[in-house]
């Protein structure tokens, strides 16, 4: 394509220093309308082309306050509004925790936004043809020259004075760059359909191949030596047994070893509390060891103290408090049959405490209910 | 700087009256510590060890920021290394400051108390390191290899001046090089035997660079000050540009962010841990009294001089470098009262911040330390680095 219109005219430099004093002789000459290139970002060229601060500093700040912002709002929304979940006893809005995560979105948003703000909104998205595009002189600056160009809407623009002072401040390959008007109207070269096809068709290609590795290659031998051993896999189905099941049940009547059944069902706690017997004294050993497990399973929904007010409170209903007088009146085997088998909210606990563990706790209800309610003779 | 027998650098004395100025602030501060131990010994100790912490940071970071420049193979800073080499002759100070405490260690250190060893397991375990004689030996020991590196770095520079021999360079690069572990771990020393040991039950491994960050700040405001000041008044060469001083704010800058890091890690992997052992530090610090004054350190120490010098021009600009400079270097002073008060207060159970006469004397002190020292040493001295054979391009550096 045969190109008309003169764009501009360029000369290059060696050097950073050659081309701070250059800057400097342009702005001296007057031309406005003109643009230097360099391979990195040379310090003080901005102040040499008497250029105006960058308004990109403040799309960085707002993009960056915007990425706190954010990240704030997020984990504010999920961890202490919508889904609030107890984590190590932490508040369920903890700053500490939350500012590296806040830290990183802000840099990333204020990096990569400004970035896309700056190709959008200075390079004019989509257009992205420039008539310095595809010559000798972008290779050269973009390489290790470094280049200033005079445009030919310059005020003052003449071509045989420019090319004089080009060669007046020691540039050398001084150029003239022509363009076509129809180039930047009509042609945009980032909606053209080869372009299109040859980015979605890397896009199928990545996901094609990413998906082929992750979901086929990995399955196949002999990657999968480690998947595929020679054993039943606990919820597998198998033919090996005939009812297709790979994991056994023990036989009819099998106890575990110092396994002891316990005689009352959950619905009968009258029955234990009339036939069961705490076997423990009220030694300082057995008072001890109930704290420690009191403090443990039960401290959470009924508080050290035993009121129900308890620092799980308002993540599970309140159980009542155990120094009522109906707590107070009831015998031994009723506690024992309340942390065996649970009562409503409550779960069993005879899973998780022994025996001697549970009368443990409940002599140390008992010194708990005692404190609260001390007759004259305690005291003595 | 196209002619080749321009002068770059004319010798220009500093005047006497410099001298008489910082003595009369250096009497006023020995006279205020001394009264300050005659009245209460205890919390003169303290701020003793501040004062200590203070100048010894500055000197130590004085000669890490000129092993830094060999190491790095710096152009611009070559112009300030030699008011860098006469601060890090701080550290000779240190000793004689050193002499109080080491002389009664108990008072201060409760490590030492038999009673509360035979009370605390936790403490009475680690007296095979916090035990008199090895901290007064760890101590000493430390003062000689740090002396020992200041006439290898900053002494054979000063003959430099004379001889013009471009060849040690290449001896001081290696050295620094040797400089840096050692420094590394003598500074990681000082900080846990000074500071930590305050308190003994407590420990953090990242406090060593803690102290490391903040010292290194302090030091590098005390350079940029000195060398502004300097500067401005024609005691410096006239080729000085505003790109030098950019460096200056960048570094000052970079290490407010990286005192920043440090702090917030420390504290955010202790407050997630949550144990005993490690929070009681902060809960020294976060009682009633000590909370805003924690608070107030994020304020000053960090948020201040970030806003400060985030911006390109007032990392350039000599003024506000000046004063930025001033402030982080009392910003140190804040840190470190954070770090060695809190400690007194809780020994005496006031446990609300304290601040006095008592406190005030180790400002001043320092300051007329600081004072003293530079010009005694910087009185028959060239200012500037002329026998360096990077000293042309120093000066000719631009970014």
């Keep these: ?380 | 700087m196209s002619q080749d027998n321009l002068v770059l650098y004319e010798k220009k004395e500093l005047p006497g009256k410099l001298t008489i100025i910082g003595l009369a602030i250096l009497i006023l501060g020995i006279i205020l510590t001394v009264l300050a131990f005659s009245t209460d010994t205890l919390r003169a100790s303290y701020n003793l060890i501040l004062t200590l912490t203070w100048i010894y940071g500055i000197g130590l970071g004085a000669l890490f920021l000129v092993a830094l420049e060999y190491i790095v193979g710096a152009d611009w800073s070559v112009p300030f290394r030699r008011v860098t080499e006469i601060v890090a002759t701080l550290i000779f100070v240190v000793p004689i400051l050193s002499i109080p405490l080491l002389l009664n260690l108990d008072t201060v250190f409760v490590w030492l108390n038999p009673e509360l060893l035979k009370a605390d397991k936790y403490i009475a375990g680690k007296v095979p390191y916090l035990n008199q004689d090895f901290f007064v030996i760890r101590t000493i020991a430390i003062f000689i290899i740090m002396f020992i590196f200041y006439y290898l770095l900053v002494g054979r520079s000063f003959k430099q001046d004379k001889t013009k021999n471009p060849n040690i360079n290449r001896l001081s690069v290696k050295l620094s090089a040797l400089f840096m572990p050692i420094f590394a771990i003598c500074i990681t020393v000082i900080s846990i035997d000074w500071l930590m040991s305050l308190e003994p039950k407590w420990f953090s491994t990242i406090f060593g660079v803690y102290y490391f960050a903040g010292s290194v700040l302090a030091a590098l405001s005390l350079i940029t000050f000195i060398s502004i000041l300097l500067a401005e008044n024609g005691y410096l060469s006239k080729f000085l540009t505003e790109d030098h001083y950019y460096n200056f704010g960048a570094l000052m800058f970079a290490f407010t962010n990286f005192w920043a890091y440090i702090a917030f890690s420390q504290f955010m992997l202790i407050w997630y841990a949550n144990i005993p052992d490690e929070t009681l530090w902060y809960m020294t610090r976060g009682n009633e009294g000590w909370f805003a004054v924690s608070i107030g350190l994020i304020i000053v120490k960090f948020a201040i001089p970030y806003l400060a010098l985030v911006t390109r021009p007032s990392k350039s600009n000599q003024f506000r470098l000046k004063i930025i400079a001033v402030w982080v270097f009392l910003a140190h002073y804040y840190d470190l009262y954070w770090i060695v008060m809190p400690e007194y207060t809780r020994k005496t159970a006031e446990h609300t911040p304290v601040y006095s006469w008592f406190e005030l004397s180790v400002p001043i002190l320092v300051i007329g330390l600081i004072w003293v020292v530079f010009t005694f040493v910087g009185k028959n001295k060239n200012l500037m680095p002329i026998g360096d054979p990077k000293f042309r391009k120093g000066l000719e550096f631009h970014l």
């Design chain 1, 1 to 380: 394509m045969e190109r008309k219109i003169l764009h501009s005219v360029t000369g290059l430099f060696n050097t950073p220093d050659e081309i701070i004093k250059a800057a400097k002789e342009v702005n001296k000459a007057g031309y406005k309308k003109f643009d230097i290139h360099t391979p990195y970002p040379v310090h003080g060229l901005e102040k040499a082309m008497k250029l105006p601060r960058s308004p990109l500093g403040y799309f960085a700040f707002v993009l960056g306050a915007t990425g706190a912002a954010l990240a704030l709002f997020f984990m504010w929304w999920t961890m202490s509004v919508a889904y609030p979940n107890n984590i190590g006893g932490k508040p369920f809005f903890s700053l500490p925790a939350f500012i590296p995560v806040t830290f990183e979105v802000t840099v990333l948003l204020a990096s990569v936004g400004t970035v896309i703000s700056m190709i959008v909104i200075f390079f004019k998205f989509p257009n992205n043809s420039h008539p310095l595009h595809d010559t000798d002189y972008m290779k050269a600056v973009s390489t290790d020259k470094y280049g200033l160009c005079i445009e030919s809407n310059d005020p003052n623009f003449n071509l045989e004075k420019v090319k004089n002072f080009f060669s007046s401040i020691g540039a050398y390959n001084i150029t003239e760059i022509y363009w076509d008007n129809e180039e930047l109207n009509t042609k945009k070269v980032i909606f053209e359909p080869k372009f299109v096809i040859g980015l979605i068709s890397i896009a199928i290609i990545t996901s094609g191949i990413t998906y082929y590795l992750l979901n086929k290659l990995m399955f196949m031998e002999p990657f999968s030596w480690m998947m595929k051993q020679q054993k039943l896999s606990a919820q597998a189905m198998t033919t090996f047994f005939q009812d297709g099941f790979s994991m056994r049940e023990p036989v009819v009547g099998t106890v575990a070893r110092g396994f002891k059944p316990y005689p009352y069902p959950a619905d009968s706690v009258i029955l234990a509390e009339n036939n069961l017997i705490n076997p423990l004294e009220y030694t300082e050993e057995n008072l001890n060891a109930g704290k420690a497990k009191y403090n443990t399973f039960c401290s959470p929904c009924h508080d050290y103290h035993g009121t129900g007010q308890a620092r799980l409170n308002g993540q599970f209903p309140n159980p009542p408090s155990l120094h009522s007088d109906r707590a107070r009146n009831w015998k031994d085997g009723h506690i024992y049959h309340v942390i065996t088998m649970g009562q409503n909210t409550m779960p069993a606990y005879n899973k998780q405490l022994s025996e001697k563990e549970r009368w443990q706790i409940v002599l140390y209800v008992r010194a708990l209910q005692r404190a609260l309610n001390a007759k004259e003779e305690d005291l003595q």
